[in-house]
């Protein structure tokens, strides 16, 4: 009698590691191998995906395109709450890893699969955001992170795994950079960007130009929102993702959207990438300066304690939590009146703040002018820094008493 195998879902992108897991998983366990491609704008060929899943020695292959959900439910709320992790780092890959598990979970069970594999480093912070937003869905799916558990102890190893075996790469032990795509971002990881000295080289740079390239010619590029959610694009409405595609054109061609960073991994050691967040930088620069003139001061200043809170939530897979959603409430909140145009002026590299036009600023020419305003009277002052300064003349009057 046949006895069907048990299944197991790979999350698969046909880059290094996971195309050498499809052969590795048929060597050491007794599973039929699924593979799951989720398209999040990586630009990859996904009809070559497809045939390589299957080469390897994949039973069949799931290739779900998230790329709207990916921008809607994770991107924009990111924008809304302008959430950074440690000051630069704009959350690319880590915005993407919660859809990806929610959709694994659903194959699995689509599948009546108890398995779930990843492809993720054991020093890397994926392997958490994919096990703990597995778990948020499905406690009771087993994990396989094969990099917990093989032989192979580096990309070298991994490459010449790859040769073995007989499956086909792009990476070389030249160009070893580790790198993941989406619409929102590029990471550049690992090679000789793990020596500090190294200055990163600029022709690893897929969606930006260097600076350096750029013409010598200034632009500008008009940001709407509704809201806190971007709509428009120098005065045309555009669906979300081609609304991402043209933004990072724009920012790209103009050389803005790059920053290295050395970050704190939430595995416990810091580690050093290049990231280009082309249309990402434009976004958020746009929609915080549109939050500075329609959010009062005490809701601005808190939201900026709120913001590096909901950075810390995705960077760390947290996003399937009470917290997070409490604190999407607030941001929710404070968006009523984030509505308006900002207009960018762009040069090689740099951008700085055109105009800002909405009907929701609070910023009153009358009252803010160095002249006579009905609004405010200048002898008004005395009395408020008279009340203001109270505590710190009680104290000064104490300290001089007791000297």
């Not at 993720?120 to 937003?133: A, I, L, P, W």
């Not at 959610?229 to 669906?239: C, H």
């Not at 959010?295 to 960077?315: P, R, S, T």
Request: some cysteine; charged content about 25%.
């Amino acid at each position: 009698m046949y006895i069907m195998k048990e299944k197991v879902i790979l999350a698969y992108s046909g880059g290094l590691d996971t195309s050498i897991i499809v052969p590795w998983l048929m060597e050491n366990y007794d599973l039929e191998v699924i593979a799951a491609c989720m398209d999040v704008g990586q630009g990859d060929d996904m009809e070559l995906v497809k045939q390589k899943a299957i080469k390897s020695g994949a039973s069949k292959i799931y290739v779900e395109d998230l790329k709207e959900e990916f921008v809607t439910e994770y991107c924009f709320k990111a924008i809304k709450a302008r959430a950074v992790y440690e000051e630069k780092y704009m959350l690319g890959t880590s915005l993407a890893r919660p859809s990806m598990s929610k959709r694994l979970v659903e194959i699995a069970h689509e599948e009546g699969a108890k398995y779930i594999c990843h492809g993720c480093t054991g020093k890397g912070n994926d392997q958490v955001r994919f096990e703990v937003g597995i778990a948020a869905f499905d406690p009771t799916i087993k994990i396989i992170a094969p990099w917990r558990i093989w032989d192979i102890k580096s990309r070298e190893d991994a490459i010449d795994y790859a040769a073995l075996k007989g499956v086909e790469i792009s990476v070389t032990k030249e160009k070893i950079y580790s790198r993941d795509k989406n619409l929102w971002h590029l990471s550049h990881e690992g090679g000789d960007l793990e020596d500090l000295m190294n200055e990163h080289k600029i022709d690893m740079y897929q969606m930006v130009t260097p600076a350096e390239q750029v013409p010598d010619v200034v632009n500008h590029v008009e940001i709407s929102f509704e809201q806190g959610v971007p709509k428009k694009v120098n005065g045309e409405e555009i669906a979300p993702v081609q609304l991402i595609e043209l933004l990072n054109k724009i920012a790209g061609e103009n050389g803005i959207g790059v920053i290295d960073i050395v970050e704190n991994r939430l595995v416990g050691m810091k580690s050093r990438g290049v990231y280009e967040t082309p249309a990402g930088t434009l976004l958020y620069a746009a929609h915080k300066e549109l939050e500075y003139v329609t959010l009062d001061k005490e809701a601005l200043h808190f939201k900026e304690i709120v913001a590096k809170k909901y950075g810390e939530l995705i960077y760390e897979g947290l996003w399937f939590t009470p917290l997070r959603e409490a604190i999407d409430a607030f941001i929710e909140s404070t968006q009523t009146n984030v509505t308006g145009t900002v207009k960018l002026k762009l040069y090689k590299g740099n951008m700085t703040v055109s105009s800002i036009d909405t009907k929701f600023a609070l910023y009153d020419e009358g009252i803010s002018s160095f002249g006579a305003s009905e609004l405010y009277s200048h002898k008004d002052s005395e009395g408020f820094i008279n009340l203001f300064g109270l505590p710190s003349k009680i104290t000064a009057y104490v300290r001089n008493k007791n000297k």
